[in-house]
């Protein structure tokens, strides 16, 4: 299995910015997704997870409301819109893949994809 993100760049604040992982290598029941994120000097943290069918998201409390992860099973695409941007919210972004179940930590992931830079800047 192999996730390539992507859609990352530079906005300013209260922008929006829609990120893509696309899913290679893989047939049959889809994965659960998961996204997370880095920014510099911090640990990796939980963004968002969406479920197989993508009726069921999880968020993390710092961008509940503002992101919302979504799929399209049929192009093997999950998405990570990010609205009402915050220079906070500047990281890496990461993709990551469970095969058993949604969780908000990065160790129960199995698949990662490269990262994808966010920078929220006036």
């Known amino acids: 299995v192999q996730l390539q993100a992507s859609g990352g760049g530079l906005v300013q604040p209260g922008e929006s910015l829609r990120l893509s992982c696309a899913v290679s290598?893989?047939?049959?029941?889809?994965?659960?997704m998961g996204w997370f994120r880095q920014a510099p000097g911090k640990e990796r943290e939980f963004v968002g997870s969406?479920?197989?069918?993508?009726?069921?998201?999880e968020y993390a409390d710092s961008v509940k409301g503002r992101f919302t992860c979504s799929r399209d099973n049929r192009n093997k695409i999950v998405y990570l819109q990010m609205n009402s941007l915050e220079p906070e919210d500047t990281a890496i972004y990461y993709c990551?893949?469970?095969?058993?179940?949604?969780?908000?930590?990065?160790?129960?992931?199995?698949?990662w994809g490269q990262g994808t830079q966010v920078t929220v800047s006036s």
């Open positions: 969406i479920n197989r069918s993508g009726r069921l998201q």
């Open positions: 290598g893989r047939t049959g029941t889809p994965l659960i």
């Open positions: 990551a893949a469970n095969e058993e179940f949604m969780s908000a930590r990065a160790t129960d992931y199995d698949y």
